[in-house]
Nanobody, 123 residues
Framework: QVQFVESGGGLVQTGGSLRLSCEVS????????MGWYRQAPGKEREFVAV???????WYGNSVKGRFTISRDNAKNTVYLQMNSLKPEDTAVYYC?????????????????WGQGTQVTVSS
């Protein structure tokens, strides 16, 4: 059974920073991409960032230049460093895992989802 432990969400002022962590256990067999989606109230879930097993990152347009994704393969943990936060970054952030062979930015390709962690940016 795949399990997620997400942490690091919270309340921060505009321009501030937060770092999200997500430790995944129970993965077997394939190599996996790990990353993040987010969902704001009343909006669809949005791709944020992904990183491959070989440490290649990719970002959604709305976070490029402000967010940095990284992973520790030995710990099966993915991180999201969020800088220069804006009120429009307010959302529930979901850790996600998908096989290396699929397009992570396509939600239907995600194999496993975390429970989500709330990020709130005040103006």
């Amino acid at each position: 059974q795949v399990q997620f432990v997400e942490s690091g969400g919270g309340l921060v002022q505009t321009g501030g920073s937060l770092r999200l962590s997500c430790e995944v256990s129970g993965l077997t067999g394939n190599t996996y991409k790990m990353g993040w989606y987010r969902q704001a109230p009343g909006k669809e879930r949005e791709f944020v960032a992904v990183i491959t097993q070989s440490q290649f990152p990719w970002y959604g347009n709305s976070v490029k230049g402000r967010f940095t994704i990284s992973r520790d393969n030995a710990k099966n943990t993915v991180y999201l460093q969020m800088n220069s936060l804006k009120p429009e970054d307010t959302a529930v952030y979901y850790c996600a895992v998908a096989r290396e062979s699929v397009l992570f930015a396509q939600q239907s390709s995600v194999d496993y989802w975390g429970q989500g962690t709330q990020v709130t940016v005040s103006s």
